[in-house]
Antibody, heavy 121, light 107 residues
Framework: EVQLEQSGTEVKKAGESLRISCKAS????????IGWVRQMPGKGLEWMGI????????RIGPSFEGHVTLSVDKSVSTAYLEWRSLRASDSAMFYC??????????????WGQGTLVTVSS | DIQLTQSPSFLSASVGDTVTITCRAS??????LAWYQQKPETAPRLLIY???TLQNGVPSRFSGSGSGTDFTLTIRSLQPEDVATYYC?????????FGGGTKVDIK
């Protein structure tokens, strides 16, 4: 089965570091970009960024640049989203996504179940 | 950055109605637009890509059209299970932002 399995709920304090994970299965991990989408409570979807596992190329949205780090471990087909210093405003649901690129189409065609992050001040 | 404007932000319609959601891009994005459906408390799912291609398994009452700057998502014969928030996304240039969303409810 093709799927993205995310790590569980996190409760942290402002200033702490955090890394959440997303394990891909059922497809060749290095073939497609993998990334993250944020959804703050009661709000819409925000595209954070993507990383290409084959060569580690990264594209990060300007709202997130410098605050989060995207990485992958090809040996275990896992993507990571990391913060060095969390803020209360980072509290949100984070979805891991596969962003597929093909000759004539591109889209987010696979979503993880989401990881809820709560940061207290 | 590409500006995506989705409208309306909320709509309420009766079962069996046809509803239309609009997404406007500035500047134009060719046909690099996707639509997603998010039901409450669940992850979104892909409905349509490349503006008008239906993803496998999506009911045929959903359709998309448009290119360049103006796009529409149409739901024909609205069903109770279509209650959800719908988002457009441009995949023409980075960042691949989403529209603000349209919440669809049943009268």
């Amino acid at each position: 089965e093709v799927q993205l399995e995310q790590s569980g709920t996190e409760v942290k304090k402002a200033g702490e570091s955090l890394r959440i994970s997303c394990k891909a299965s059922g497809y060749r991990f290095t073939d497609q970009w993998i990334g993250w989408v944020r959804q703050m409570p009661g709000k819409g979807l925000e595209w954070m960024g993507i990383i290409y596992p084959r060569d580690y190329s990264t594209r990060i949205g300007p709202s997130f640049e410098g605050h989060v780090t995207l990485s992958v471990d090809k040996s275990v087909s896992t993507a990571y989203l990391e913060w060095r210093s969390l803020r209360a405003s980072d509290s949100a649901m984070f979805y891991c996504v596969r962003q597929s690129y093909h000759t004539d189409w591109r889209a987010i065609d696979l979503w993880g179940q989401g990881t809820l992050v709560t940061v207290s001040s | 950055d590409i500006q995506l404007t989705q409208s309306p932000s909320f709509l309420s319609a009766s079962v069996g109605d046809t509803v239309t959601i609009t997404c406007r891009a500035s500047p134009g994005i060719d046909s690099h637009l996707a639509w997603y459906q998010q039901k409450p408390e669940t992850a979104p799912r892909l409905l349509i890509y490349t503006a008008s291609t239906l993803q496998n398994g999506v009911p045929s009452r959903f359709s998309g059209s448009g290119s360049g700057t103006d796009f529409t998502l149409t739901i024909r014969s609205l069903q109770p299970e279509d209650v959800a928030t719908y988002y457009c996304q441009q995949l023409y240039s980075y960042p691949h932002d989403f529209g603000g969303g349209t919440k669809v409810d049943i009268k």
